[in-house]
């Protein structure tokens, strides 16, 4: 039993990997589609390279968007809409306009025309009330149909037969003329608009009902394909009613429900296909990034980004399929290049499009332009935390997008009349959303605790408190230190390593000696020396010390794993060369590793670059008299010596990459003594 739980302790990260590869392959099959796959890519406008097809069951063939469209149109457009008629209204309006008659009209003039003027009046209010009285205009064409409601029956009448508001003075006023009451038109008018009321209503709720109920009746298909009947022979080319057909087809078979049995093999088949996909990412790490390989949060946070993607993308499908290309895919090699590096950002960006690509509608067109993206992504940003850069890098990208979707609409269609600006705006939104990796990316600093160049940017700030401390305290390791970011720098630029990160690496390297600044030559400002009332070993373990206090400064000051790397290694396990030749003077017997730094050795190019550059600068300071000649051979000598001793051999460092950095070292030091060319006498 011990034996099984020491194994199991000794290979944690490997369990641990192997639990995260099946739960992310497990989320990602969860999130794809459980329909069926049709076999068939459907190229419109080109030859069917397949064998001939013919329908495997009877299926019906479907409505093109346009042909659904017009419908929709054609129905709204015939559409009778619905009023409400209040029958009552006419009897009470007769009521009250003969009750007005007596109030308007002078008694002498009703002792000899009442009874012809209540005539009048209940003639003319009936006919205001024949088809009715609409107060709302609904700008419909004279001769619309439409329905009165009187109770539960529906008459139907043009809609210019229906008299309205804005329309009643100049009925009226022809009425009262046609009966020749113009010497009482002023009475008779106030009468009317005393006691006329609007009795006709639109009935907007039913004129919908009925309206969507049309609309939900539309059939989306169009004839019947029978099984066993030929679709397309081989050679054919698909396009028109071709077309059409397949897409039925393919719809169809995706939409056909599966048997539990048929339901549990397309879940194998997910299955097998994403944890290939997934095995292959790993299979990458673990060869050619071995060091994030190993790291199970650098692992977990990539896995973490493939999920977060399809997820994201699934979310905008069911909401509307339309929107697909707002998602900004792009971010996803963005964050791992600001992390890790191009290569492995683009791997995983294709791994994931191709995972996508189960869920998303004409999978090849959406690859293509994805994985073009990818690449101008990787290709254009250079230095993400210069704002600049992503804004021109994001215009590059939508323009690509916008490209490529150009020239697949025109090969599928032969015509530019069908590119739809909608999709255009689709693609400004997801580069408008590729912005958000910036504080994306700040966000994953907190929770995954790594960090990016934009975070660098900020550590390389000389006013920040930490190298304030180091100036105030130590100003000769300050200034050391500021001499070797220069020359780390412009090393790394030149042999294409993280030229911010060895930057901000020697910056912090030396942090340690501030803990005893003065038993630092480059902090000794009299010629009193610290060291000559110790023994040599003495002061050799105070030179090491500044190693093991530089590491408790950076992890108490909170700095990241990536610049308290460049303090433990910027030493490796070299000696202290100067007290071990001292003490062997005096003792024969001195063993090395008393003298020697803990390590561990540089482990990659940055800190074997820092190691360089900080050894070249500290020791140049011992030269009383530099020339180009002594400078040379002086660099080399240091360097070789490292090589010699095996300090290099972890760090995936070339000789020619080595022999760039001395280039650069002897060049930079000597502009740093200002060395002339000597001219011959």
């Not at 995983?348 to 191709?354: E, N």
């Not at 690509?400 to 979707?405: G, K, M, N, T």
């Not at 009299?526 to 400064?553: C, F, K, M, W, Y």
Request: with cysteine.
């Amino acid at each position: 039993m011990s034996d099984f739980v020491n194994r199991l302790y000794k290979n944690q990260a490997l369990f641990y990997k192997v639990f995260l590869f099946i739960l992310t392959s497990v989320l990602i099959v969860y999130l794809l589609p459980k329909g069926g796959k049709f076999k068939y890519d459907i190229p419109k406008g080109k030859p069917w390279q397949y064998e001939n097809l013919y329908a495997p069951f009877d299926f019906a063939i479907l409505k093109t968007d346009e042909e659904i469209s017009a419908e929709q149109q054609e129905i709204q457009k015939s559409h009778i809409p619905y009023y409400n008629f209040d029958a009552e209204k006419e009897e009470r309006v007769k009521n009250d306009a003969l009750v007005e008659v007596n109030n308007v009209f002078a008694d002498s003039t009703l002792r000899v025309y009442e009874t012809i003027v209540d005539n009048f009046v209940q003639k003319t209010v009936g006919k205001i009330y024949q088809f009715g009285l609409l107060q709302e205009s609904e700008r419909l064409e004279p001769d619309q149909l439409v329905y009165l409601l009187k109770g539960n029956e529906a008459s139907e009448v043009e809609y210019s037969r229906i008299l309205k508001q804005g329309q009643i003075r100049g009925f009226l006023s022809e009425e009262i003329s046609t009966a020749g009451f113009n010497s009482f038109k002023t009475e008779l008018l106030e009468v009317f608009f005393n006691s006329i009321e609007p009795n006709v209503t639109f009935n907007n709720d039913l004129t919908q009902k009925e309206l969507q109920s049309k609309l939900n009746n539309i059939s989306y298909t169009r004839g019947i394909i029978e099984q066993g009947s030929r679709i397309i022979a081989k050679g054919e080319v698909v396009e028109g009613n071709k077309f059409h057909i397949l897409r039925s087809l393919k719809a169809e078979y995706e939409s056909q429900v599966w048997s539990q049995t048929n339901y549990n093999w397309i879940i194998v088949g997910y299955s097998t296909l994403v944890a290939l996909a997934l095995l292959m990412l790993l299979l990458f790490m673990r060869k050619y990034r071995p060091n994030i390989f190993e790291n199970n949060v650098k692992v977990t946070f990539i896995f973490f980004n493939i999920i977060f993607m399809v997820m994201l993308t699934t979310l905008v499908i069911n909401f509307d399929i339309n929107y697909v290309y707002v998602v900004p895919l792009c971010i996803l090699p963005l964050t791992l290049k600001a992390f890790f590096d191009a290569r492995l950002g683009l791997f995983t960006h294709v791994i994931t499009v191709l995972l996508i690509g189960f869920i998303v509608p004409n999978s090849y067109e959406y690859m293509f332009l994805q994985i073009i993206a990818g690449i101008v992504t990787i290709l254009t940003i250079s230095e993400l935390y210069k704002r600049a850069n992503l804004f021109i890098s994001v215009g590059q990208i939508t323009l690509v997008y916008i490209i490529a979707y150009f020239a697949f609409t025109i090969i599928q269609e032969g015509t530019v009349d069908d590119i739809s600006a909608e999709v255009f705006l689709t693609f400004l939104l997801g580069g408008l959303a590729t912005l958000f990796v910036q504080p994306l990316i700040y966000v994953y600093e907190k929770i995954f605790g790594m960090v990016s160049d934009m975070s660098l940017l900020e550590l390389s700030d000389t006013n920040s408190r930490l190298l304030k401390q180091l100036a105030e305290k130590a100003p000769g390791t300050f200034h050391h230190s500021l001499n070797v970011a220069n020359l780390a720098e412009a090393a790394a630029n030149e042999i294409q390593a993280n030229a911010m990160l060895v930057r901000v690496g020697a910056l912090y390297h030396d942090i340690g000696k501030m803990h005893y600044p003065t038993y630092f030559t480059e902090n000794q400002t009299t010629s009193v020396n610290s060291h000559d009332e110790l023994s040599p070993i003495e002061s050799a373990q105070i030179i090491i010390e500044h190693v093991i206090r530089g590491i408790e400064i950076a992890k108490k000051n909170n700095l990241p794993d990536r610049v308290i790397d460049f303090i433990r290694t910027h030493h490796g396990t070299s000696t202290v060369y100067y007290f071990y030749k001292k003490e062997k003077e005096n003792n024969e017997n001195a063993a090395p590793d008393d003298f020697r730094y803990p390590g561990p050795i540089p482990f990659s190019k940055e800190t074997a670059i820092l190691m360089m550059c900080d050894s070249v600068e500290a020791a140049s300071k011992s030269l009383k008299e530099p020339t180009a000649v002594l400078i040379d051979s002086f660099v080399e000598k240091i360097i070789d010596k490292q090589m010699d001793e095996g300090q290099f051999l972890n760090s995936n460092i070339t000789f020619k990459e080595i022999q760039t950095i001395k280039k650069i070292l002897k060049r930079k030091l000597k502009n740093i003594y200002h060395l002339r060319i000597e001219y011959p006498e």
